[in-house]
T-cell receptor, first 111, second 114 residues
Framework: RKEVEQDPGPFNVPEGATVAFNCTYS??????FFWYRQDCRKEPKLLMS???SGNEDGRFTAQLNRASQYISLLIRDSKLSDSATYLCVVSRSGGYNKLIFGAGTRLAVHP | DTGVSQDPRHKITKRGQNVTFRCDPISEHNRLYWYRQTLGQGPEFLTY????????KSRLLSDRFSAERPKGSFSTLEIQRTEQGDSAMYLC????????????FGPGTRLTVT
């Protein structure tokens, strides 16, 4: 079993839709949590960190449930430019050490 | 451009040959990471440097792989006696000593072993 598991994709949604991605992690020693975005044939880029209290950045909302070891990402009012692969990421030591990535969930937003 | 740079961007080699990749981190970043990504998977950690010290190595890093970071600046990743299973995208990332936890990734080196 992989340490970080994500919803299998792809998600195909129309513009304006709300879409939610789920992720679970197996190591309770995980301390830091992130969502990265990766465009086709490009490098991953940090989308947002995820905090226990939940956090929002514009149309993006991330939630963390430490008890269930569950992370989510909600995208509201999807744009064509949101089409990408979304990677759920955990780290065991404040993010300074290695990042452990899920396999990613591909999102395709269509007109 | 002051981001992480990697060279070469693409490398095609025959099985059994040695290859070396270079990563130049963001100048004030003292932490440097190597990851490997295959199609349909997320990046997998290979190794980590803090300044010139290699502090962690993954079990994925077999004895055919070696990484260095002389003087705590650029880093090289060498693969000896390449195998077809080594074909992947090799990503380098760097992060600052304090402050943001974000790791900034370079564009990667795509290796194809024929």
């Amino acid at each position: 079993r992989k340490e970080v598991e994500q919803d299998p994709g792809p998600f195909n949604v129309p513009e304006g839709a709300t879409v939610a991605f789920n992720c679970t992690y197996s190591n309770s020693a995980s301390q830091s949590f992130f969502w990265y975005r990766q465009d086709c044939r490009k490098e991953p880029k940090l989308l947002m960190s995820v905090y226990s209290s939940g956090n929002e950045d514009g149309r993006f909302t991330a939630q963390l449930n430490r008890a269930s070891q569950y992370i989510s990402l909600l995208i509201r009012d999807s744009k064509l430019s949101d089409s990408a692969t979304y990677l759920c990421v955990v780290s065991r030591s404040g993010g300074y050490n290695k990042l452990i990535f899920g396999a990613g969930t591909r999102l395709a937003v269509h007109p | 451009d002051t981001g992480v740079s990697q060279d070469p961007r693409h490398k095609i080699t025959k099985r059994g040959q040695n290859v070396t990749f270079r990563c130049d981190p963001i100048s004030e970043h003292n932490r440097l990471y190597w990851y490997r990504q295959t199609l349909g998977q997320g990046p997998e950690f290979l190794t980590y440097f803090q300044n010139e010290a290699q502090l962690e190595k993954s079990r994925l890093l077999s004895d055919r792989f070696s990484a260095e970071r002389p003087k705590g600046s650029f880093s090289t990743l060498e693969i000896q006696r390449t195998e077809q299973g080594d074909s992947a995208m090799y990503l380098c990332a760097s992060s600052p000593k304090t402050g943001s936890y974000e790791q900034y990734f370079g564009p990667g080196t795509r290796l194809t072993v024929t």
